[in-house]
């Protein structure tokens, strides 16, 4: 079923001035937020789905407008992969200021953080954690400044392309894609000072590393490697894109 929005227009004009109304502020203020933020094949889904082991971390699950759809020959289910609402739905909570942050997708879909869910993760005293692509950051940093804005490396180029290759084969033109993509990604991250940088060397490393910022400890040696090895991969990377 192809995605429309009848009210592509409201949406756009209401999400390009968007502010979280002040009930949600509240909200905001009162849970702690985790953002989980990549390039492709660095290990940050698995980094979740370990964290929501712990029953610690309530992950964040987003609206969307769009029609659930296959996956691997199963279908998105309500509430697991996205909470499926009606276009009216979603447009009354952006009119409302009940979003975190929110964007139209493509032209196509609106898709965002209610803050219906921080309520969830504030209810049930735990940490809220999702994954979130760094063009909607800024817009979370804007709402509640002291978000902990996590950027998962890989531990090398190396070890990055063994993972990106490990998941099937891709054609070179979705690898340059995938590329190019994480050259934005890291040049972003690094021109921030709020992200964290976390290296995904070990799966138990990563997750300590992200416990602990979640607990606002910081440790500047870690923090001073993750960004100098981030200056280091989107190096390489750019240098891999001019000879591929």
Known sequence: MENHLAHLKEFEKLLSAYQASDHSKQIL???????????????????????LKSGKYHFVVSDTTRHPRKNNGELEQNGREYWFRTEDEILADVE?????????????????????ELIRARDEARI?????????????????????AIFVLPPSFEQWML???????????????????AVVEFDAALKHRYYRFVINDTLDHAVEQINAIAHGKLDRHVETE???????????????LENN
């Not at 203020?29 to 964290?51: C, D, F, H, K, W």
């Not at 993972?163 to 993509?181: H, I, Y």
């Open 29 to 51: 203020a009162g849970t702690n937020l985790v953002l989980m933020v990549a390039p492709s094949a660095s290990g940050r889904n698995t980094i979740i789905q370990e964290l």
């Open 96 to 116: 409302a200021g009940n979003f975190l942050e929110a964007a139209v997708i493509h032209g196509q879909q609106v898709s965002g953080i209610s803050v219906r």
């Open 128 to 148: 809220a954690i999702t994954d979130i692509e760094i063009n909607g950051v800024h817009n979370v940093i804007q709402a509640k400044p002291d978000v902990k």
């Open 163 to 181: 993972r990106m290759d490990g998941r099937g084969k891709l054609s070179l033109a979705e690898k340059r894609r995938r590329m190019q993509s």
């Open 226 to 240: 993750g960004r100098d090895l981030a200056q280091k991969l989107c190096n390489e990377t750019t240098a891999w």
